[in-house]
């Protein structure tokens, strides 16, 4: 009789090579994502996560811890910490990029379409808010539009450029006036 032999797969943790935005917002959903499989993966074996999960200082390029410990958080790098990094990214990734309002409109326009190739109307409307979603996120909109309570201005804003960009036609005035008696 032949048993099986146990498959492994290796789990790197992403690193931060760069400090911008959109290097730190896909770091963020990188280790978001390595973070869930390490859980997923201690479950299983009855390791530590803690023990298992590497840090987030550890997970930046040396020249940028570097370059964070002293221009930005004014620290000496050995007295930086991941709750210290973690506030930083969390600071970084909520404002706008360069502090500056894009155009929103325009930005919406020209990188939201709805694919219409899928035959699944649900999954092509899951994949239309994905996208916006993604779109938020790299544009360091969040603030602004990111998810929430489904109350306040934020909401009404998200709503608004979601209906926007729907197609067909049919579908958005569909929405449109579901929206409205909501």
């Avoid at 309002?101 to 899951?126: C, H, Q, T, W």
């Avoid at 934020?154 to 709503?159: A, E, I, L, S, W």
Wanted: with cysteine; proline share 4%; charged share 30%.
């Amino acid at each position: 009789m032949t048993v099986p032999q146990p498959i492994f797969e290796v789990v790197a943790a992403p690193e931060l090579a760069v400090w911008s935005q959109a290097a730190i917002t896909t770091f963020m959903r990188e280790r978001k994502q390595n973070e869930t499989k390490i859980a997923e993966r201690c479950g299983t074996t009855g390791e530590v996560q803690e023990a298992v999960t590497r840090s987030i200082r550890t997970s930046l390029k040396p020249r940028v811890l570097e370059h964070v410990a002293h221009y930005i958080l004014k620290k000496e790098m050995d007295s930086v910490t991941d709750v210290m990094l973690l506030a930083e990214m969390k600071r970084k990734i909520g404002g706008m990029v360069n502090d500056r309002v894009p155009d929103v409109s325009r930005l919406f326009a020209n990188e939201l379409k709805m694919d219409l190739s899928g035959v699944d109307v649900e999954a092509r409307i899951a994949r239309y808010f994905m996208s916006f979603d993604r779109l938020v996120e790299e544009s360091g909109l969040s603030g602004m539009l990111g998810r929430g309570p489904a109350v306040g201005e934020g909401m009404k804003m998200r709503c608004k450029l979601l209906l926007i960009h729907v197609t067909p036609e049919i579908l958005k005035v569909d929405l449109t006036r579901m929206v409205e008696l909501t």
